[in-house]
């Protein structure tokens, strides 16, 4: 008997709980409708109640906070970029592609609807967030001052972000020699695929931009845990993880593109790493073609 009523007090008690919970929903829903329809801002909550009603998925409204974090970012830090949005086809560790913005001197970020939809902030915590738009303001001033046709990156003059480039550029000359050793195997498939037409110009130049954007993509780390520190502290360990992967990696690609050179072709490149800014009295221009970070061997 005793048995009985005490699962009849659990019944009671799971029922009161379920009556709480779908109050609480009405009432939410209900506080969310007299919102929107006043005209009001709404608070996210109130906004994923509204968002589901229409029939907006959860993922998408993820997009959408996620976005609205990013632009807010942009605006406390005061960062020429913009937000295009989010596209699929991409490596799923890839955070996002770097194009030109609608505004002059404006860099334009495409999330990667595949790698954020594992890695969406659980939380409010925006420190993963912060590093990759820093990184992606200095990459972007990396392209856009490139000039493909000389290998170099023309300055009017070298600001902080521009130092740190020549410092990466200065470390990773001093990190090889040139050897005697001629490109096989794997490094003249990888020859092939630079310049199918076995141009030895059009090989060396691709060769080259593909170590320079190695090289650019690694100062554009160090400049983001540089501002990181300036602006929050210590670095996270999120973002300190994310730098060490890619460092490893973007290390592979610049030894990938240096193996398959030939040894006059990687003198050649030496040479070029003694002087790799041209400075004109008015800055360069954006690069020609869309800019965005090439796929880092190994990332995953």
């Known amino acids: 008997m005793l048995i009985l009523l005490l699962v009849i007090a659990l019944l009671g008690l799971d029922t009161e709980t379920a009556r709480s919970e779908d109050t609480n929903r009405n009432d939410r829903r209900t506080q969310a409708f007299d919102a929107f329809n006043r005209g009001e801002a709404l608070s996210w909550d109130q906004l994923e109640v509204v968002a589901t009603e229409a029939g907006v998925s959860r993922e998408k409204l993820a997009e959408i906070r996620l976005k609205d974090r990013a632009e807010r970012l942009i605006r406390k830090y005061r960062l020429p970029l913009e937000i295009s949005g ?17 505004r002059t001197g404006y860099g334009a970020l495409l999330f990667n609807a595949a790698f954020w939809s594992r890695n969406l902030p659980r939380d409010d915590n925006d420190d993963f967030l912060t590093y990759l738009l820093f990184r992606a303001q200095a990459y972007y001033v990396y392209r856009s001052h490139y000039d493909s046709e000389h290998c170099a990156w023309i300055v009017e003059e070298e600001s902080p972000s521009m130092q740190v480039l020549k ?30 037409s076995g141009n030895a110009a059009k090989t060396l130049k691709g060769l080259i931009e593909y170590a320079l954007r190695a090289v650019a993509q690694k100062a554009a780390d160090d400049w ?41 072709e990687r003198l050649s490149f030496q040479k070029l790493l003694n002087s790799p800014f041209l400075y004109a009295r008015t800055k360069g221009g954006p690069a020609s073609d869309p800019t965005y970070d090439p796929h880092v061997t190994g990332s995953r």
């Open 86 to 102: 989010f596209s699929d086809g991409m490596d799923p560790d890839e955070e996002f592609r770097l194009f030109r913005g609608r």
């Open 167 to 196: 410092t990466a550029l200065s470390g990773s000359q001093a990190d090889w020699s040139v050897d005697d050793s001629a490109p096989a195997g794997r490094d003249l498939e990888f020859r092939h695929s630079i310049d199918p």
């Open 224 to 264: 983001a845990k540089e501002r990181y520190q300036q602006h929050l502290g210590i670095t996270s360990p999120v973002v300190t993880e994310r730098i060490r992967q890619r460092e490893h990696a973007l290390a592979d690609d610049f030894n990938r593109a240096r193996s398959a050179m030939t040894r006059s």
